[in-house]
T-cell receptor, first 112, second 113 residues
């Protein structure tokens, strides 16, 4: 059974640019959640998509957005990048509510 | 007050000892609890989940939940150097939260030879 796949693994972007990250969940899982992890703030929830609908949203500015496709793959977009957006971005794959969540390997984003 | 609190450590234990990691949470509607292990530079790996009061054992790991005290812990028996990592406690609400997890800042565990 394939795990959670995130691409790309590493990214270097310049301030002001935008970036799109991708996440393919475990086969059969319809929930994809996105998290940002930084040394100062820890793991913070960005948003969750379930069956192509955003089900939950964290406290991040509108520059952070996402979507989910019919095959459950999800993308996360960050526009007008800031230095503070440098972080490890993780997606978590889950089934219905109240099930366990499994993380992908993450995308390390560096903004210069 | 943070929703999920953990002592950042480092917690140092000798090889073969029991490591005890603790987590408290503030929201009483939290109903599902998880422990993740994260090695440096890697992503979190789920090691235990617990949903009801009491103990849950899986190999060398035991999760303990006390909802009245809003407290969840993880015991690692026969600690090995490979257990050295950061352990993250996560909680999820029963309703309205979907699969949203709220994490503590993690406890760094060091198992010394």
């Amino acid at each position: 059974k394939a795990g959670v796949t995130q691409t790309p693994r590493y990214l270097i972007k310049t301030r002001g640019q935008q970036v799109t990250l991708s996440c393919s969940p475990i086969s059969g899982h319809r929930s994809v959640s996105w998290y940002q992890q930084t040394p100062g703030q820890g793991l913070q929830f960005l948003f969750e998509y379930f069956s192509e609908t955003q089900r939950n949203k964290g406290n991040f500015p509108g520059r952070f957005s996402g979507r989910q496709f019919s095959n459950s793959r999800s993308e996360m977009n960050v526009s007008t990048l800031e230095l503070g957006d440098s972080a490890l971005y993780l997606c978590a794959s889950g089934g219905q509510e109240n099930t366990e969540a499994f993380f992908g390997q993450g995308t390390r984003l560096t903004v210069v | 007050q943070k929703e999920v609190e953990q002592n950042s450590g480092p917690l140092s234990v000798p090889e073969g000892a029991i490591a005890s990691l603790n987590c408290t949470y503030s929201d009483r509607v939290s109903q599902s609890f998880f422990w993740y292990r994260q090695y440096s530079g890697k992503s979190p790996e789920l090691i235990m989940s617990i949903y009801s009061n009491g103990d849950k054992e899986d190999g060398r790991f035991t999760a303990q939940l006390n909802k009245a005290s809003q407290y969840v812990s993880l015991l690692i028996r026969d600690s090995q150097p490979s257990d050295s990592a950061t352990y993250l406690c996560a909680v999820r609400k029963l309703t309205g939260g979907g699969n949203k997890l709220t994490f503590g800042t993690g406890t760094q565990l060091k198992v010394e030879l």
